[in-house]
């Protein structure tokens, strides 16, 4: 029987190594598919360890695979990291963190020597902030053979998520024709009447569809000035719904308001697809085991799972197999990320415990369900019935 003792043992030996991976990305910070540094330096400790490193994945140069296989046909495990930072800030959503958590978790369970046959694989994904490389590499099958997919982020608090919403972006750009607006506004034909009828229309819209949908728009170009009749003005929109039949329904409703618009105010509309996320399935049974460990390694400041959560491009993994994310606490509760706050944060004392605590807590969860036959059936079976719940059109 493995031990969850013997695992956090070898953890805490590798502490200094996961520290210094978590500063030297804290202290390197790449964009979005510009992550060759983080790449080169995770897949390195891998490689020396004994893992298997596959470079380049879905065609997307800073995506990877580190496999290691303990004898044949177990289950196989899937643990994710995002290592991208952002513009003229760093990491300041703590991704630097991820990494280690991570090679943590995979590096203590392989050199445990119990361990049952089973493949444990560290998935790079890059590029979250921007491009969402989880996409692409979910389409291509990236994640489809793992049993179960899971991750770590940052977080106010330790906790996991519950489902997220499915989201479509829009930019509407509408045209018009630009005069002056005292000498001959009869010459003129307002770009901004077309978006200011567009938001209108989606009020009267927000009325009319289930309590789960958000419509949140914002205006991005209203013209150059108040004496000239605007040929163009834009807006975004963001709208989103608990599952995908239903959202794809509002959605084509919105677009209408546009379509409408533009028609009653005599308007071209350009519709501009943004980024689409789908909604995250939650396995309880999943979840459960994430937050039981997380209790046992003594995280702090431990919550039930997040009601409302922003989209993430983890969602997309969540409908290929059954995946978790557990939230590490190493900031205080109410601190926003993707601010100065989480940067100092992430490379500091509570940082490089919430790594611990998350190697930990991951590699718990992975002797939990290498033990149990019976728990990884439950995870399959409440994923199914998930997948089909969230299929259905009258999910509420
Ligand atoms: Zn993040």
């Given at each position: 029987m493995m031990s969850k003792e013997a695992l956090f043992t070898r953890v805490e030996d590798l502490e200094q190594e996961l520290i210094e991976l978590s500063a030297f990305l804290h202290a390197n910070p790449e964009l979005g598919n510009e992550e060759f540094q983080a790449v080169n330096r995770i897949t390195h400790i891998l490689e020396r360890n004994g893992f298997v490193v596959e470079r380049g994945l879905a065609g997307l140069d800073t995506a990877f695979r580190a496999s290691y296989t303990v004898g044949l046909g177990g289950p196989v495990i899937g643990m994710l990291c995002e290592y991208d930072a952002l513009k003229d800030l760093g990491h300041g959503c703590g991704h630097n963190l991820q990494s280690p958590s991570v090679v943590g978790a995979a590096l203590a369970l392989s050199r445990l020597e119990d361990l049952p046959p089973c493949t444990i694989e560290v998935i790079g994904t890059p590029a979250e902030e921007t491009t969402s490389g989880k996409i692409p590499m979910a389409q291509q099958g990236c994640?489809?053979?793992?049993?179960?997919?899971?991750?770590?982020?940052?977080?106010?608090?330790?906790?996991?998520d519950g489902r997220s919403l499915a989201v479509d972006n829009f930019e509407f750009v509408f045209e018009g024709k630009a005069s002056h607006a005292a000498v001959a506004p009869e010459k003129g034909v307002s770009a901004l009447d077309g978006v200011l009828m567009t938001f209108?229309?989606?009020?009267?819209?927000?009325?009319?569809?289930?309590?789960?949908?958000?419509?949140?728009?914002?205006?991005?170009?209203g013209?150059?000035?108040?004496?000239?009749?605007?040929?163009?003005?834009?807006?975004?929109?963001?709208?989103?719904?608990?599952?995908?039949?239903?959202?794809?329904?509002?959605?084509?409703?919105?677009?209408?308001v546009a379509r409408g618009a533009a028609l009653a105010t005599g308007t071209k509309v350009h519709i501009h697809p943004k980024k689409s996320l789908e909604s995250k399935l939650n396995v309880q049974a999943?979840?459960?085991?994430?937050?039981?460990?997380?209790?046992?390694?003594g995280a702090k400041n431990v919550t039930p799972p997040r009601e409302k959560t922003g989209s993430t491009d983890f969602s997309i993994v969540t409908h290929r197999v059954p995946g978790a994310?557990?939230?590490?606490?190493?900031v205080p509760q109410g601190t926003p990320n993707h601010t100065k706050e989480w940067v100092e944060a992430s490379n500091s004392k509570e940082g490089n415990e919430a790594i611990i605590t998350a190697a930990k807590t991951l590699g718990a969860t992975?002797?939990?369900?290498?033990?149990?036959?019976?728990?990884?059936?439950?995870?399959k079976m409440q994923f199914k019935e998930e997948k089909e719940l969230q299929e259905n059109l009258v999910l509420q």
């Open positions: 994640f489809d053979h793992l049993d179960i997919a899971l991750m770590m982020h940052g977080g106010d608090r330790t906790t996991v209108n229309g989606m009020e009267y819209l927000r009325e009319h569809v289930r309590s789960d949908v958000r419509i949140h728009g914002i205006i991005t170009d013209g150059i000035a108040a004496n000239i009749v605007p040929e163009r003005a834009a807006a975004m929109f963001s709208i989103r719904a608990i599952n995908r039949p239903y959202l794809d329904t509002v959605v084509e409703r919105a677009l209408n999943l979840n459960d085991v994430l937050l039981e460990n997380a209790k046992l390694v994310c557990i939230r590490v606490a190493f992975c002797i939990d369900v290498l033990s149990s036959a019976t728990l990884l059936d439950a995870i």
